[in-house]
């Protein structure tokens, strides 16, 4: 059944799984992850690969908490001015936006 | 218990894939359009269209749900259509493409998350010879096989870092619905251009399956094996 999430929630969420992805990673700037950590792209520290790990990550986590299935990188992402991927602000966003839709 | 995904279970070689790896022992998760046609303990099905997207990341959501990690995967489901390019709808070539093509890709995208974590992670297509021999006839078969081709070689590159290998295999003609109308004359004639000229037979294309997923053949990515001698 599908939860929907405050904004609260799903940045809760994204922060404990870049927190995992950092320990799996060894990455030592998003150890203690915050709502304005950069993630991927300008002064991100995810490589492709990292990211990829992250994304996948975040459906899982999304489906098991509030039982929604998301695409995270669908045309909308690839095709946004600003990538939902920069930070954890924005990567929270694009994931409340795609569990209301 | 090792967890292979198969799509296409319903007959033909996806079938005799399905009951080689629950006679190994291993959950088999297979799929169709239409209902099962395995009953086994160890064997769950999803009525599932491999080219529906939705459709897929529910199923793949549901496996994570019911059994987490996924170890194999193969992604046998195909169709295949006999016709003169000019005789083509382009209904069937969207048909083929769609399930071909896309559905691979599908299954490659959304089992790959699933077997990050899995000890020897596996992935292995299914091409056929028609494209290497220009097969007349099978254009836009063989067309959307030479796509899955180039989607192997290219996922073998980038799912390495996650220690997934993904190779391919390509059998010859097995006699199964896949070549049902064929004129027995044009199978003869086919059969011919391989270097050993007979039908192949499930057992064939288990062997290729089995070489591809053995714990030894982890430094084998990107690879198209096959079968018949053809090159």
């Known amino acids: ?101 | 218990m090792k967890q292979i995904v198969i799509t296409g279970t319903r007959k033909g070689i996806g079938r005799s894939l399905a009951e080689h790896y629950l006679a190994l022992g291993w959950g088999v998760i297979g799929c169709s359009r239409g209902e099962p046609s395995i009953e086994h303990a160890q064997y769950r099905h999803y009525s599932v269209d491999v080219s529906d997207e939705v459709a897929v990341i529910e199923m793949a959501r549901d496996v994570k749900r019911q059994f987490g990690e996924v170890d194999v995967l193969l992604n046998n489901a195909g169709i295949a259509s006999m016709n003169h390019c000019l005789l083509t709808p382009g209904s069937t070539v969207n048909s083929i493409l769609q399930t071909n093509v896309v559905g691979t890709f599908l299954f490659c995208r959304e089992f790959a998350k699933l077997m990050r974590k899995a000890e020897q992670p596996r992935i292995v297509n299914f091409t056929t010879v028609a494209h290497p021999l220009n097969l007349e006839g099978e254009a836009i078969y063989a067309a959307s096989k030479a796509a899955v081709e180039s989607l192997t070689r290219i996922m073998a590159r980038e799912l390495a870092e996650l220690g997934i290998t993904v190779n391919a295999v390509g059998p010859t003609p097995v006699l199964t619905d896949l070549i049902k109308g064929v004129s027995s004359e044009k199978m003869d004639a086919l059969l011919a251009r391989q270097a050993i000229p007979r039908y192949g037979k499930p057992e064939d294309v288990i062997n290729a399956v089995d070489f591809f997923i053995r714990p030894e053949s982890d430094f084998i990515t990107g690879q198209v094996l096959y079968l018949g001698g053809v090159t």
């Open chain 1, 1 to 101: 059944m599908l939860i929907m999430p405050t904004s609260e929630e799903v940045e809760t969420l994204v922060i404990e799984s870049v927190r995992l992805l950092a320990e799996d990673f060894d990455l030592a700037a998003l150890q203690q992850p915050n709502s304005a950590s950069a993630l991927y792209g300008n002064e991100g520290v995810l490589d492709s690969m990292a990211l990829v790990n992250l994304i996948a990550d975040i459906e899982d986590a999304v489906s098991e908490k509030f039982g929604a299935s998301i695409t995270l990188a669908d045309e909308k992402a690839m095709s946004a001015r600003q990538s939902p991927f920069l930070n954890v602000k924005t990567l929270s966003q694009a994931v409340l936006e795609r569990i209301g839709s």
